[in-house]
DNA sequence: GGGAAGTAGGCCAGATTCCGTCCCACATCT
DNA sequence: AGATGTGGGACGGAATCTGGCCTACTTCCC
């Protein structure tokens, strides 16, 4: 079988609709016995290539044990690379890596010609709530998730929790995201020890090509060693709210829920913004009242009186 | 080549690192000399293998003219068919319909043991904002996607606008995406005239396996066609709002923004949940007021007294 | 500067594989 | 019953792949 009829049969059966053999014949060049052939050596191979007899049948690509290779179109991978971008911004828990891994592998091989189109498309997006919070920048996580695969040291700016900017040069070790954060466990060469890094608070990161070679991360897990550090690197605050409400799926995937009685329970939730926690609470649309922290219920108190600023007379109650 | 080598070994060259030519042929268990030539055919094929000279040189898979086929682990395969779902419910302008087209492209070929996964991650992540409206669920999406492409007649439940619940049995034609909801436009069967489905009222879709055979649409484009009668379908708010502030990015991918002075704007909008809108005002972090509609201030007037009642005692002017 | 390690590619002989063209069996829809 | 589809065996000639050997050139590190 010649290497590209072998893609080129592969990404026809990932089309979604049934091919009958000389169909494929015909698109391939080739004779429908050889067709034949291919399709049993793809299955050989481990591609589950389903065929429904009759005089209405033909081949498709179905689940199987293992995945196929993809193989998209331009507007797919765009769709995909937009997608993955927002993911980044609001990781998933459980799988925030793999996310930005799969965003590095297909930046670095997409065309530049849709690069500017992801870019655009990726700005359009609205960044739906307040998110309180600076944003992570899509592209400077593919950058420093490449460096780490690819184990070269990077360069970039940093502004410290203080205010200060500094040129830094670090051999990254990990990305680590913890709730709407990303995190770069790395070791900082000037400094000569590991050090943390904010990733909304880095600029420009850039390869600088330098191999580096593997260093024992400091604690075993980088997971757990940033976590154990996080919070002096940013605050967050602690919220105990009581709704009128019984614990729903929503509400669980907010924090931990403890029910009351059949109409109320307690949310202990923790956010790094005010605005966060104030906003998924408000779009549970329940009644609630907050307990803790009294900043929370100060900020509550600011965003009624804009609302009521915004809507002007007062209307008719309905 | 052996066409397993093919894929093996771009699936090596993906991985963003660079794989000297010795370690490639000792994976792929051939000589160096297979292995240059194995390099010089992807080249052959249109693939951008660039390499490195020198003595810490190498083979790595770079941005070309044409997507090269994307070989995922199982990871980051859950994290594409995740970001994907998220991405279908709160789709981006302009590649609606891409990212359903390339998220049904991977669920049929995704192994069942990732689908519960997939499943369970998308019911974990919280639908940031209130959303208002019901969600549309991504798997009735790719179903009907599927369908689309594979031009096989579905079957499914549907809630009309007045309540009451139907058997469907329609020839699908496209999917369209506006705002946030997503609508099937497709040929009833049964009503034998064309029909435009609300896809958050679809309960489960099925594909019958009953191919169908092409049919013109109605008014040529088929998203004019929807768009044209959607309002009948699903009224909208139109809001207008003066905001203190100059245009800014987040401003403008909201609506219309019309430049009043230097520190105020205003913005014509529109949505289909007053929740919707006024999360996004809110968002904004700035004063507004609101113009139109009365239904909106007087929502934001709702909303402020339940923060106010959240809050509790006022707290001190801060 | 020199050595080591890497890519790039020509040449050749032998082994392997591939391809098309015959067959025929069986399933399914009209 | 007929048309149209998949599935697969046999065979011979053609094409291709592979490994080994060679040389030329580039780059990094000691």
Request: charged content about 25%.
């Amino acid at each position: 079988m010649t290497d590209s009829r072998l893609l080129t049969l592969l990404s026809l059966l990932q089309t979604s609709r049934e091919w009958p053999g000389s169909e494929l014949a015909e698109r391939l060049g080739v004779s429908r016995r050889t067709v034949r052939r291919d399709i049993e050596r793809l299955r050989d191979l481990g591609y589950p290539v389903e065929a429904t007899m009759g005089a209405t049948g033909g081949y498709r690509l179905v689940a199987g044990a293992a995945m196929p290779p993809l193989l998209l179109d331009d507007e797919e991978a765009v769709a995909i690379a937009v997608g993955l971008s927002t993911a980044a911004r609001n990781p998933v828990q459980g799988i925030e890596e793999a996310s930005v891994r799969a965003l590095a592998k297909l930046e670095q091989v997409l065309p530049s010609r849709l690069r500017h189109r992801v870019r655009s498309l990726r700005d359009a997006t609205v960044p739906l709530p307040a998110e309180g919070g600076p944003q992570v920048d899509p592209g400077a996580l593919t950058t420093l998730a490449a460096a780490v695969a690819n184990r070269e040291r990077v360069r970039f700016g940093y502004r410290a929790n203080d205010g200060t900017d500094s040129e830094r040069l670090v051999d990254p070790h990990r990305l680590v995201a913890t709730g709407r954060r990303w995190y770069l466990l790395g070791h900082d060469h000037d400094r000569d020890d590991w050090r943390i890094f904010r990733i909304d608070r880095i600029t420009g990161p850039r390869a600088t090509g330098a191999r580096i070679t593997p260093r024992e991360p400091p604690d075993g897990d980088a997971a757990a060693y940033v976590a154990d550090r996080l919070y002096t690197l940013a605050p967050t605050y602690e919220a105990v709210v009581t709704l009128h409400t019984a614990p729903t799926e929503p509400i669980r995937a907010l924090g931990e829920v403890t029910p009351l009685d059949g109409e109320r329970c307690r949310l202990h939730m923790r956010g790094d913004t005010l605005d966060w926690l104030a906003f998924h609470l408000l779009a549970l649309g329940r009644e609630f009242e907050v307990h803790e922290p009294p900043e929370l219920a100060a900020h509550l108190h600011t965003l009624a009186a804009r609302l009521t600023r915004a809507a002007g007379t007062p209307a008719p109650q309905g």
